[in-house]
């Protein structure tokens, strides 16, 4: 079975441009997180989405907005890019809302010149 | 704020030596997960533990929960070159599902 995949793999943006990332979870898996990992820190948590519906938001600003899929697939979208957002951005699935196993994708490595 | 603090930082070794990591906060977790990243990659899932004073074993890697669910370590046995990495804990909360708070990690090196 194929693990959570992310496209793209990588994306080079300009400050003040918009940006769409992709996630597919584990066949199966109702509930998708997103977390953004800067280099040399640990990843911190933006959303998590279940059944189509937002279950919790990390601390971001507005810019950030996600959106989950009928089909459980899952959308990240941050406007107005700042130098700032460059990251890895991580998409991780899981069963149910509240199960605290959760299988991660390879990321998407944004970077915002 | 509920953090997770990583020690060592960074921890060079070489093949065959054992060592330990450690996971510690002030706050108590319903579950730690332990993952391992490679760079440019996600993490990948290793271990769960979920009761005070659990151990798990995985291989050469041997998981402890605290007593108190405040903290964890992960002992590695004869370390080998494939166990680089960067080793990242995760603490779940009840009820926050899978807003994990996540450590910074310890970077791993294993030299032959």
């Known amino acids: 079975d194929a693990g959570v995949t992310q496209s793209p793999t990588h994306l080079i943006k300009t400050r003040g441009q918009h940006v769409t990332l992709r996630c597919s979870p584990i066949s199966g898996h109702k509930s998708v997180s997103w977390y953004q990992q800067v280099l040399g820190q640990g990843p911190q948590f933006i959303f998590q989405?279940?059944?189509?519906?937002?279950?919790g938001r990390g601390n971001f600003p507005d810019r950030f907005s996600a959106r989950q899929f009928p089909n459980y697939s899952s959308e990240l979208n941050v406007n107005a890019l700042l130098l700032g957002d460059s990251a890895l951005y991580l998409c991780?699935?899981?069963?149910?809302?509240?199960?605290?196993?959760?299988?991660f994708g390879q990321g998407t490595r944004l970077t915002v010149v | 704020t509920q953090l997770l603090e990583q020690s060592p930082q960074f921890l060079s070794i070489q093949e065959g030596e054992n060592l330990t990591v450690y996971c510690n906060s002030s706050s108590v977790f319903s579950s730690l997960q332990w993952y391992r990243q490679e760079p440019g990659e996600g993490p990948v899932l290793l271990v769960t533990?979920?009761?005070?004073?659990e151990v798990k074993k995985l291989k050469r890697l041997t998981f402890q929960f605290g007593d108190a669910r405040k903290d964890s370590s992960l002992h590695i046995t004869a370390a080998q070159p494939g166990d680089t990495g960067l080793y990242l804990c995760?603490?779940?909360?009840?009820?926050?599902?899978?807003?994990?708070?996540f450590g910074p990690g310890t970077r791993l090196s294993v030299l032959p």
């Open positions: 995760a603490g779940a909360r009840k009820n926050y599902g899978q807003n994990f708070v």
């Open positions: 989405y279940y059944e189509k519906e937002e279950r």
């Open positions: 533990v979920v009761t005070g004073g």
């Open positions: 991780a699935s899981s069963w149910t809302a509240l199960n605290t196993e959760a299988f």
